[in-house]
């Protein structure tokens, strides 16, 4: 049966490579800001489970790829007017982006969101919280009706907690959790919230080939076990 499934998920793959076929070279952008998802190591270059991902993703699907970093509050815009050809940047598949663009099937599970804070005892809800702007922490903390501060990296989420500026900032577990046992001061709250629906790559809506390329691919990797290899090495969440 294993060996029936990932003969079918090869020659959707192949079907969709042809299909695919006009992207001579395919562009991914990324943040470069979010670890372990994807940084910039020492050497300058970008790293991370989604580099890994990435480049994996495009030997299975036999595409040329490139990779283009873009900041966060600007990474959707700049999908759509063409700057790059793919999204692949932590982003959660949730319906208001669904509306701007198209995602893959996700590649990872719904990653718990985590408080953290230099106090075990913060209220979360009548703090001040510190979230990425545009992500899906920033959206829940508005719609709770609870006071928000909004910052353009994650860095600053971090450093408006240490200044004073925040009482805790939510964002993915996977992020949060090195910054607190990395640094004695700060502590993750019990407190955990499960917000959007997994981690997919995002495409414009016209690239529909190419979404079901990179879909053959993604679904190869959960064939296989080397996707859930990757989640478990760099510790992303939960396995498929």
């Given at each position: 049966?294993?060996?029936?499934?990932?003969?079918?998920?090869?020659?959707?793959?192949?079907?969709?490579?042809?299909?695919?076929?006009?992207?001579?070279?395919?562009?991914?952008?990324?943040?470069?800001?979010?670890?372990?998802?994807?940084?910039?190591?020492?050497?300058?270059?970008?790293d991370?489970?989604?580099?890994?991902?990435?480049d994996?993703?495009?030997?299975?699907?036999?595409?040329?790829?490139?990779?283009?970093?873009?900041?966060?509050?600007?990474?959707?815009?700049?999908?759509?007017?063409?700057?790059?050809?793919?999204?692949?940047?932590?982003?959660?598949?949730?319906?208001?982006?669904?509306e701007?663009?198209?995602?893959?099937?996700?590649?990872?599970?719904?990653?718990?969101?985590?408080?953290?804070?230099?106090?075990a005892?913060?209220?979360?809800?009548?703090?001040?919280?510190?979230?990425q702007?545009?992500?899906?922490?920033?959206?829940?903390?508005?719609?709770?009706?609870?006071?928000?501060?909004?910052?353009?990296?994650?860095?600053?989420?971090?450093?408006?907690?240490?200044?004073?500026?925040?009482?805790?900032?939510?964002?993915?577990?996977?992020?949060?959790?090195?910054?607190?046992?990395?640094?004695?001061?700060?502590?993750?709250?019990?407190?955990?919230?499960?917000?959007?629906?997994?981690?997919?790559?995002?495409?414009?809506?016209?690239?529909?080939?190419?979404?079901?390329?990179?879909?053959?691919?993604?679904?190869?990797?959960?064939?296989?076990?080397?996707?859930?290899?990757?989640?478990?090495?760099?510790?992303?969440?939960?396995?498929?």
């Amino acid at each position: 049966m294993k060996k029936l499934i990932l003969t079918t998920a090869s020659l959707a793959l192949f079907a969709s490579m042809a299909a695919a076929g006009s992207h001579s070279v395919t562009r991914l952008g990324t943040e470069g800001a979010y670890p372990p998802w994807n940084f910039i190591n020492d050497a300058g270059e970008i790293d991370g489970f989604e580099r890994e991902l990435g480049d994996e993703l495009c030997a299975r699907a036999e595409l040329t790829c490139e990779w283009v970093t873009n900041d966060w509050d600007s990474i959707i815009p700049n999908l759509v007017s063409g700057n790059y050809d793919v999204i692949i940047a932590g982003m959660s598949i949730t319906p208001e982006r669904q509306e701007q663009i198209d995602f893959t099937q996700n590649y990872t599970q719904p990653d718990p969101s985590a408080y953290l804070a230099t106090s075990a005892d913060v209220d979360v809800e009548g703090a001040v919280i510190a979230a990425q702007s545009t992500t899906i922490q920033a959206a829940f903390v508005a719609e709770q009706g609870w006071t928000l501060l909004e910052f353009a990296t994650p860095e600053e989420t971090i450093s408006a907690v240490r200044n004073g500026e925040a009482d805790a900032v939510l964002a993915d577990k996977s992020y949060l959790v090195p910054v607190a046992e990395e640094d004695p001061d700060m502590v993750l709250l019990e407190r955990e919230e499960l917000i959007g629906g997994g981690v997919g790559l995002g495409l414009r809506k016209s690239d529909t080939e190419l979404r079901e390329t990179f879909n053959a691919a993604i679904q190869s990797m959960k064939d296989d076990g080397s996707l859930n290899a990757l989640i478990e090495k760099w510790e992303i969440g939960e396995t498929f």
